[in-house]
């Protein structure tokens, strides 16, 4: 089956630093990948969808500045937290849906990345 | 837009008990429906899926049958395991190249 990795799986920084979080399509070429955020004991609120070579498209609310998404190949996106703050504490999880027909609708999830801002 | 409901949690059950949560959507067309797992401290794992009317998903044990005439896709086993326990999401995807639309999750604890 198709695999998404994150890297890395917990970062904890101080605040005002910026961290960048890795997504990867494995075995499979992702022409989207979408980036979600998860609160504790909630479900996953999509932040903004990437499409590589262009610019991503955020959901209303998501700061752009804030959260930079970059889709530079098929297999790799990222999200950079920029001058994290505490409240950007969270549950980080990005999906890549695979550029062939096959599972066109489907969307493969990585493992997450717990961003613990101090 | 697209929306799906399912069941509030947290549900408790005793090991081998019948287990359903139920989830409902709205949606335009003819969606794909989902059901994805989350094990403490991971990321969302595919359970299993449907993506036409009367279209039955199964993995593991768990089933969830695409009922167009009442817009369900109900989660079932009939017999949990403690290593059961997790949050679960139904989804939905519409056609094109649109995110999955969750529910809000149904957190699933299973004693012994």
């Known amino acids: 089956g198709a695999v998404v990795s994150q890297h890395p799986s917990r970062v904890i920084c101080k605040s005002g630093t910026s961290v960048k979080i890795e997504c990867r399509s494995l075995d499979f070429q992702a022409t989207t990948m979408f980036w979600y955020r998860q609160f504790p004991k909630k479900s996953l609120m999509l932040m903004a969808t990437?499409?590589?070579?262009?610019?991503?498209?955020?959901e209303q609310g998501v700061e752009k500045d804030k959260f930079l998404i970059n889709h530079a190949s098929l297999t790799l996106s990222t999200l950079t937290v920029t001058s994290a703050h505490p409240e950007d504490s969270s549950f980080y999880i990005c999906s890549a849906r695979e550029v062939s027909s096959g599972h066109l609708d489907e969307q493969f999830f990585g493992p997450g990345t717990r961003l613990t801002v101090l | 837009g697209d929306s799906v409901t399912q069941m509030e949690g947290p549900v408790t059950l005793s090991e081998e008990a019948f287990l359903t949560i139920n989830c409902t959507y709205t949606a335009t067309g003819y969606p794909s429906l989902f059901w994805y797992v989350q094990y403490p401290g991971e990321g969302l794992q595919l359970l299993l899926k449907a993506t036409k009317a009367d279209d039955k998903g199964s993995n593991k044990g768990f089933e969830a049958t695409y009922r167009k005439e009442t817009t369900s896709f109900h989660l079932e086993k009939g017999s949990v395991q403690v290593s059961d326990s997790a949050v679960y999401f139904c989804a939905l995807s519409g056609k094109g190249n649109t995110p999955l639309v969750f529910g809000k999750g149904t957190r699933l604890s299973v004693i012994a």
């Open positions: 990437s499409n590589e070579g262009s610019k991503a498209t955020y």
